[in-house]
Nanobody
Framework: VQLQASGGGLVQAGGSLRLSCAGSGLSLAYYAIGWFRQAPGKEREGVSLISASGLSTYYVDSVKGRFTISRDNAKNTVYLQMNSLKREDTAIYYC?????????????????WGQGTQVTVSS
């Protein structure tokens, strides 16, 4: 079972990136998926979540209106479209999956984690 996060990179403030989380060995259609991020010296933060059905989503206040989470079950992939990026979005972004509901403030409860992808936003 593996989650592969990709799509990070270096981008100027105001730019966009799309992160992808691909599943291997598990069908993401049956899992809630979360994107978390961790900046140096800070705790891991729940950025966005999507339920297994896709009907329920969550965004941390700091990214509302700028980030969009979506899932393509046919491709076994979940995306995080990040627009209007700011310097404070700089972090390592991780995707995570669980067959139960994911709570943004309880990353320690989540079963599966990807390896992380670095997002760096320059001014």
């Amino acid at each position: 079972v593996q989650l592969q996060a990709s799509g990070g990179g270096l981008v100027q403030a105001g730019g966009s990136l799309r992160l992808s989380c691909a599943g291997s060995g598990l069908s993401l259609a049956y899992y809630a998926i979360g994107w978390f991020r961790q900046a140096p010296g800070k705790e891991r933060e729940g950025v966005s979540l999507i339920s297994a059905s896709g009907l329920s989503t969550y965004y941390v206040d700091s990214v509302k209106g700028r980030f969009t989470i979506s899932r393509d079950n046919a491709k076994n992939t979940v995306y995080l479209q990040m627009n209007s990026l700011k310097r404070e979005d700089t972090a390592i972004y991780y995707c995570a999956a669980d067959s139960r509901e994911i709570r943004p403030y309880r990353p320690e409860d989540i079963t599966y984690w990807g390896q992380g992808t670095q997002v760096t936003v320059s001014s």
